[in-house]
Antibody, heavy 126, light 106 residues
Framework: EVLLVESGGGLVQPGGSLRLSCAASGFTLSDHYMDWVRQAPGKGLEWVGRTKDKAESYTTEYAASVKGRFTISRDGSENSLYLQMNSLKTEDTAVYYC?????????????????WGPGTMVAVSS | IQLTQSPSSLSASVGDRVTITCRASQDIRSYLAWYQQKLGKAPKFLIYAASTLQSGVPSRFSGSGSGTDFTLTISSLQPEDSATYYCQQILSYPLTFGGGTKVEIK
């Protein structure tokens, strides 16, 4: 069974840091683009960023709202994805979802998110 | 690329036909996906390439459109379809979502 499970959420003060983890099982992480998506309380979905697959050297893309503050990385040996969040702001308060991009046919380009984790809550407040 | 969904919410009866629209601020060809999010849960992938149903999704769901105008249709609304529906463009960065349409059962 393909599963994603996030962890590491919690309460942090403005300006602080937090690292989220996403444990993947049932598939090979290196074969997929992997993204983070967030959802502020009572709001819609916002794309945070992406790490591409091994074939594309795990290059990354970020939303303008987090670029320079957030970093996405992987640990292939542990089949895990990470989101390092620095200089946190109150507006970063949200549920953060780890998502897998559908790479069926060996192509991840312009493909949707086919698997979502249950999410982990991050609250930024003093 | 901005995506505008309408309506933002609707209430319909079991068995009704429901249509949700998603308009893109520029041509996104068929690079549009739809997701369903039930209260307190993660979104679930429904439709890709504007009209291709994900495996396991009931056939009462369908999608259409290309370019800038897209629709998600539920042909016969069921109680378990109560949820918020989001469209997403997957053409270019930053990937963006519509604001969502909340579907309630009367």
């Amino acid at each position: 069974e393909v599963l994603l499970v996030e962890s590491g959420g919690g309460l942090v003060q403005p300006g602080g840091s937090l690292r989220l983890s996403c444990a993947a099982s049932g598939f090979t992480l290196s074969d997929h683009y992997m993204d983070w998506v967030r959802q502020a309380p009572g709001k819609g979905l916002e794309w945070v960023g992406r790490t591409k697959d091994k074939a594309e050297s795990y290059t990354t893309e970020y939303a303008a709202s987090v670029k320079g503050r957030f970093t996405i990385s992987r640990d292939g040996s542990e089949n895990s994805l990470y989101l390092q969040m620095n200089s946190l702001k109150t507006e970063d308060t949200a549920v953060y979802y780890c998502v897998r991009v559908d790479c069926s046919g060996g192509n991840c380009y312009n493909k949707p998110f086919d698997v979502w984790g249950p999410g982990t809550m991050v609250a930024v407040s003093s | 690329i901005q995506l505008t969904q309408s309506p933002s919410s609707l209430s319909a009866s079991v068995g009704d036909r429901v249509t949700i629209t998603c308009r893109a601020s520029q041509d996104i060809r068929s690079y549009l996906a739809w997701y369903q999010q039930k209260l307190g849960k993660a979104p679930k992938f429904l439709i890709y390439a504007a009209s291709t149903l994900q495996s396991g999704v009931p056939s009462r769901f369908s999608g259409s459109g290309s370019g800038t105008d897209f629709t998600l249709t539920i042909s016969s609304l069921q109680p378990e379809d109560s949820a918020t529906y989001y469209c997403q463009q997957i053409l270019s960065y930053p990937l963006t979502f519509g604001g969502g349409t909340k579907v309630e059962i009367k």
